[in-house]
């Protein structure tokens, strides 16, 4: 480049990679026009015709009550063990079809639509096989900006919970986190739309409260056995309440006090904890049940999005 001195081709400067990959302004990239005009057609079929009509419902052949066992062992038994969302988002979808939007940009958060028992639905997931399923700045920026569209459309958000955390490190302070982080928080707080919420494995500290938690308005918020809703992990945890004294005594006395999902519900954090094979039953009831929701919320222009 001429104006700035850098050496760079025009494919890395603005290619579909750069943009799709690095940079997050182009959602999708495709081989040719034939594969990209059918995916195009594939994505108006989970949208309503305007923002004033409800999530489109089409016929379903695949039993709305369907038990899924495969999610009973999907979460590995070791708590830092990886595992792939998408088998849980696709196991609880109709026919296992998920039309994931940006798949190559910010991979440690899962974002696409799905159809529950006909209706269209906002899949968000933490992705645990990347950075452990952390957000960091691009993941709460691409979450924030397909929960907005979500609601702008009048489709249902699902959301499936396993983030231990915000990424840590100077470049995520220096770039913002808490601004953009922000920014996921208020998009799940200001929706007005059907949210429910379903806690596979991590819900820890500041993370969990973002991921359309009871806190965010969130309208069902279930957890499964498998589920730790804490403020962080049991090694920090320990390491700052004991500073290392008996550190393997307390940490298992922490992991069976706080490492399970039953004292965040007797709080009421979450309404049920529900066995993963009924995942599927269970959304689609809820779905039912809140499809008639409506917020008297104040009248304003807008709210402040922090930009």
Known sequence: MSVTGETVTQEELGGAKTHTATSGVAHKAFENDVEALLQVRDFFNFLPLSNEDPSPIRQCSDPWDREVAGLDTVVP?????????????????????????MPMYAKNIVVGFARMNGRTVGMVGNQPKVAAGCLD???????????????????????????PGFLPGTNQEYGGIIRHGAKLLFAYAEATVPKITVITRKAYGGAYDVMSSKHLRGDTNYAWPTAEVAVMGAKGAVSIIFRGKDQAKNEAEYIEKFANPFPASKRGFVDDIIEPRATRKQICIDLDMLASKKLGNPWKKHANMPL
Request: glycine letters at 4%; one cysteine or more.
């Open 77 to 101: 038994l070791e708590t830092t063990a990886a595992y792939d969302i998408k088998a849980v988002i696709s196991g609880v979808a109709d026919d296992s079809e998920f039309f994931e939007i």
């Open 137 to 163: 700045i691009n993941a709460s920026v691409k979450g924030a900006r397909f929960v907005r569209f979500c609601d702008a459309f009048n489709i249902p958000i699902v959301t499936f919970v396993d983030v």
